[in-house]
């Protein structure tokens, strides 16, 4: 069975039959991992990151899997803002970048308080223009041997939409990793993808981005399910439901927290996309692959690109 149901919530998301196509292997090398899928709707295709080969790749439904962009820097986790520039987390270079329209890099963040970023790895922007990333700390063969860290703490950050400011919004986590926001983008969902903590904290979003720490909860902890698998890419649908990579495939939790089902494929990160935005693309350790659900994803970037 590739749908695991554990509750007939899980039931009008998806069948318990649908399986996912693979579309593309061979990415990265035999560690992978492929990662940061993000759909560009207004002109149909699907881009993802092959880490290790440092190189962007692009699907075409007609053309299937070609490459888009060379020596990335290790890029990683990608998204785009509201006027669709693509947004890209970069382990080499320690940066996140956006890329204009003319192509020029315009960089969002690389230093915090003057010290290097560890290795940017996933990313949300809200749609105040507001970017939030993660930093977990250098982990070769992700990064360099000589990546030497400046940064004590691995963070999760706020960048203002004029990038004058860049706030350091959450300090306690060990590995923080996947970034997704409440189809209301009044709570922020980050995952800590250490193998001793697996778990999703969610936050309130005050007037102003930054986070209310004292709201702080656990949303869900993954550590009874001994099945391979951490918390690593993270989205919502358009009912708050979150999807994260977890044990034995993406899991699928309602907005409280419930487990309600599991897709069982091996998965890195994930987005929504085609123009309904109900199939559900997602990376594996060295593929791409799809499946299609019954319920619509939140659209990236949120609404029509401006």
Known sequence: MPIEILSDEMKRIISSQEDA????AGYGG?????????????????????????????????????????????????????????????HFSRRVDRIEEDGSVTVIADRYKGLKLNRPNDVVVKSDGSTYFSDP?????????????ELDIAGVYRVSADLSQVNMVIRDFVNPNGLCFSPDEKLLYVND????????????????????????????????????GAPDGMKVDVEGNVYCTGPGGIW???????????????????????DDWKTLYFSGPTSINRIRLSIAGVPVPRGEVV
């Open 252 to 274: 699928v939790m309602n907005p409280e927290g419930a487990h309600i089902g599991t897709i069982l494929h091996r998965a890195v990160n994930m987005n929504w996309g085609d």
């Open 193 to 228: 993808s250490n193998r001793y903590r697996k778990l999703i904290k969610v936050y309130e979003v005050e007037g102003n981005g930054m986070l209310d720490l004292g709201s702080e909860r656990l949303f869900i902890d993954m550590r009874g399910d001994s099945r391979p």
């Open 30 to 90: 035999p560690n992978g991992p492929t990662e940061g899928p993000v759909w560009i709707h207004e002109k149909g295709y699907l881009l993802f990151s092959d880490i290790h080969g440092s190189r962007r790749m692009k699907y075409e439904p007609d053309k299937g899997v070609t490459v888009d962009a060379e020596n990335t820097a290790n890029a990683n986790g990608m998204t785009r803002d509201r006027q669709g520039r693509l947004v890209i987390c970069h």
């Open 21 to 24: 196509e693979e579309l593309g």
């Open 137 to 149: 700390p250098p982990r070769p063969p992700l990064t360099p041997p000589e990546h030497t860290p």
